[in-house]
């Protein structure tokens, strides 16, 4: 069957779409944070500069963003590896998406317990990082995972950008396995759920683990 | 439950496809239409046979009937399946498309194009979606497994574009190890990777592989000679072609599988287009503002 | 350390605005070292409103705040800084939800103060052994009573060891039986020399540990006096309009 007798290479697309999505993780979800905090911020220029950041990102195409990495900053002079490039672009589009959902979350904690943190002298970052984030945590999982979920199927935009990933291998076998088009999709498809289904869970794993008695 | 839905549907469409092809079997001699050619001075409006009889039951007589056919095709090819702006594909593969829906009474502004790509071609066939791919869709042996194919009606074959003022690119040989864009989910990527050992940078449509070039994160792009002759030609002084073409891609007509007559009717079309010159005509007025007329390839009848 | 009678608390023609209603009228008020004042007045008459402008939780559009002699900052480090010298009592407690009643107190000092885990805790417990709460150290807020969540939080604050503290309206979330065990160790507080600010309803806590009581009304200070006199000898008819119909009940 097509799909055993390509297992090798679905698993190199498999595993440079697993690359993507992680590396993107690891970078968005930082950066994601600070634009929150920046968004709540007493300051009301990082405030701007946040809420600006969040809605052109947000509101663009994907592959606007992939054309702006890979073909824009080059002609700026900027050239990167490919794959740099589409970690840049899949991070700069995701974190806004991040931002919002850990926002929601920091707007489900009670005003009073950031005046509380700030009335024993904490600084912004610390009332932030020490009682509004841990409360938010919870509420933020599940939006957060969303985002994820969707981020892995964002990642197949990289394969119009010289990245060989997952939906690039359903490509290059369904080329060469015209009598086996459908399997080779399913194939594909197996492959995304084999990200997508344990993420749902370890939403739920973590949504039990981490609850705040109140 | 929806992929599962689609695959249950689609192995009802191939059934019926299946059924309704062995109820042909053995009408292997093609309806005598009348003897037209082609008097239109462009490629798509070619002179259309009136009221072509075709023995009853065949796919002939059914599309000459409905006056109309379906016909996939790229939309993205320059030179071969190119949309344009009033939604009609341009090129040598709708001129062709032209050509074989004209011998069933069928004028051009009466086909419906779709557009297929590598992922949906086959599946079109099967559950009649369409009547016929001309989509630079190469003849091989897997896919023969479940379509039937006419023609060939023209054999390009895989080169490679360099930079201009590139030296070390000889032969696909010398591409082992290198980043070489193409396109993903094309016959000419697979081989360069397969038999050449290169690194491919896949994209999705071959025109993303130029600024790459430019700034020489690869060094080279593959793939038809065709496509590549076209963006030579677009750019001049940036590119050049390398050497000769080093695989024979014959482009074939998609049909559906094991209707015999059908496939015999459409490859007797093409032949008397060689012999008549109207095939020349088609592709000098089309992919030939860019690349020398070839000779006709022989027609392959399996 | 300063002697007793030195101003701490100094506003100084303090305005501030809400759209169009003037919640904070030029107000000028000096509060001196380990003086008790109780702030009354009727709803809205901006007395919520002056105590958090004190820490910064509300801005002000022009005037001064100063403590210990030192304006207000207006953001960043050095108002976190000074807020970790006046302490702050809510209405609705806000112990921190996450945290249990032990790293409630010794929060502040542990992450503002940079005090060690050990002397924090020990600090701690000795904080909630004196607001009475110490057996519920492991808990969590939720689990703990209206009346002793209020206690965790006075002992929150004094472990940040406040030159000042500020009460906002500290008992008016609590069911009556509760009321008294707070008022009491905020009386035990007042009577250490403690410099407090409380914005209250319980005349009976005026009478019983204020130095001054400041009745406030639309967004104005009408009157500011000793209790005996304020309660005896409301000179204003605001007063005595709000006086009778308080203590009618």
């Known amino acids: 069957m097509v799909i055993f007798d390509n297992l090798p290479l679905y698993l190199e697309a498999f595993l440079q779409t697993l690359a993507l999505l992680l590396l993107t993780i690891v970078l968005a979800l930082p950066l994601g944070a600070v634009i929150a905090a920046m968004r709540i911020s007493p300051i009301g220029s990082l405030r701007a500069t946040a809420t600006v950041y969040t809605e052109i990102l947000r509101n663009t195409p994907l592959v606007l963003v992939f054309i702006f990495c890979f073909v824009v900053l080059p002609i700026l002079g900027v050239i990167l590896p490919f794959m740099f490039s589409a970690v840049l672009a899949l991070t700069l589009y995701t974190a806004p998406f991040f931002a919002e959902a850990i926002r929601s979350g920091i707007n489900g904690v009670p005003v009073g317990q950031a005046e509380a943190a700030r009335s024993i002298g904490m600084t912004f970052g610390q009332t932030v990082t020490l009682v509004v984030l841990p409360q938010a945590i919870r509420s933020v999982i599940p939006p957060i995972i969303n985002v994820m979920i969707a981020l892995t199927k964002n990642t197949s935009i990289a394969g119009g950008f010289f990245i060989f990933e997952l939906f690039n291998s359903g490509r290059r076998l369904v080329n060469e396995n015209g009598d086996q088009v459908i399997l080779v999709l399913v194939g594909v498809a197996a492959f995304y759920l084999l990200i997508t289904i344990p993420l749902g869970q370890l939403a739920d794993f973590l949504e039990r683990r981490v609850v705040i008695r109140r | ?302 | 350390m300063d002697a007793p009678g030195t101003p701490l608390v100094v506003l100084d023609h303090v305005n501030k605005h809400y759209g169009d209603l003037h919640v904070l009228n030029d107000i000028n008020l000096t509060i001196a070292k380990g003086e008790v004042v109780v702030v009354i007045g009727p709803s809205g008459s901006g007395k919520s409103t002056l105590c958090r402008a004190i820490n910064r939780l509300e801005t002000i559009d022009d005037g001064t705040i100063s403590i210990d002699g030192q304006p207000l900052p207006s953001e960043g480090a050095a108002l976190a800084k000074l807020r970790a010298n006046v302490g702050m009592v809510f209405q609705s407690f806000n112990l921190f939800a996450h945290k249990t009643i032990l790293q409630n107190v010794t929060l502040g000092p542990i992450a503002v103060s940079k005090k060690s885990k050990a002397e924090a805790d020990g600090r701690a417990m000795e904080l909630l052994e004196r607001v009475g709460v110490a057996n519920q150290a492991k808990k969590m807020p939720a689990q703990l009573s209206g009346g002793q969540q209020q206690r965790v939080a006075i002992a929150r604050a004094l472990a940040m060891q406040p030159s000042v503290m500020l009460f906002d309206e500290p008992t008016s979330a609590l069911d009556p039986e509760m009321i008294n065990e707070v008022l009491d160790v905020m009386v035990g507080l007042a009577k250490e020399g403690m410099t407090m600010i409380v914005v209250t309803h319980e005349m009976g806590f005026a009478r019983r540990a204020a130095d001054r009581v400041v009745f406030m009304a639309d967004g104005r200070i009408v009157e500011d006096t000793t209790p005996a006199e304020f309660f005896d000898h409301p000179k204003s008819e605001r007063a005595k309009d709000f006086l009778s119909k308080i203590l009618t009940h």
């Open chain 2, 1 to 302: 439950m929806k992929l599962r839905k689609i695959l249950i549907g689609t192995a009802a469409a191939a059934v019926a496809v299946a059924l309704t092809a062995c109820g042909a079997p053995g009408s292997a001699t093609s309806g005598g239409s009348t003897s037209t050619s082609a008097a239109g001075a462009g490629p798509y409006d070619l002179a259309v046979a009136e009221s072509p009889t075709f023995e009853a039951g065949t796919t002939m007589a059914k599309l000459a009937e409905a006056g109309t056919m379906k016909i996939g095709t790229k939309f993205d090819q320059p030179l071969f399946g190119l949309r344009g702006l009033d939604g009609k594909p341009v090129g040598f593969d709708a001129a062709i498309g032209s050509l074989v829906a004209s011998k069933l009474g069928i004028p051009f502004d009466k086909i419906e194009w779709t557009e297929t790509v590598s992922a949906n071609r086959e599946p079109f066939l099967q559950s009649g979606q369409v009547d016929a791919v001309i989509a630079t869709y190469t003849i091989n042996d897997k896919r023969k497994q479940v379509v039937d194919f006419a023609g060939p009606y023209f054999v390009a074959g895989q080169s490679i574009l360099v930079l201009e003022g590139n030296t070390e690119i000889t032969k696909p040989e010398d591409l082992a190890g290198k980043a070489v864009c193409s396109v993903e989910g094309s016959t000419p990527a697979s081989n360069i990777v397969e038999k050449y050992g290169a690194v491919l940078q896949p994209t999705d449509v071959y025109s993303k592989c130029l600024d790459p070039l430019k700034n020489g994160q690869v060094v080279a792009m593959t793939t038809d000679n065709v496509i590549l002759s076209g963006f030579v030609d677009q750019n001049p002084g940036v590119f050049k072609l390398v050497g000769d073409t080093f695989t024979q891609e014959p482009y074939g007509i998609g049909l559906t599988k094991d209707d015999t007559a059908m496939r015999t009717f459409v490859n007797e079309t093409l032949q008397a287009a060689y012999d008549d010159g109207t095939w020349a005509r088609l592709f000098e007025q089309t992919a030939g503002t860019v690349i020398p007329v070839p000779t006709p390839p022989t027609i392959d009848q399996y």
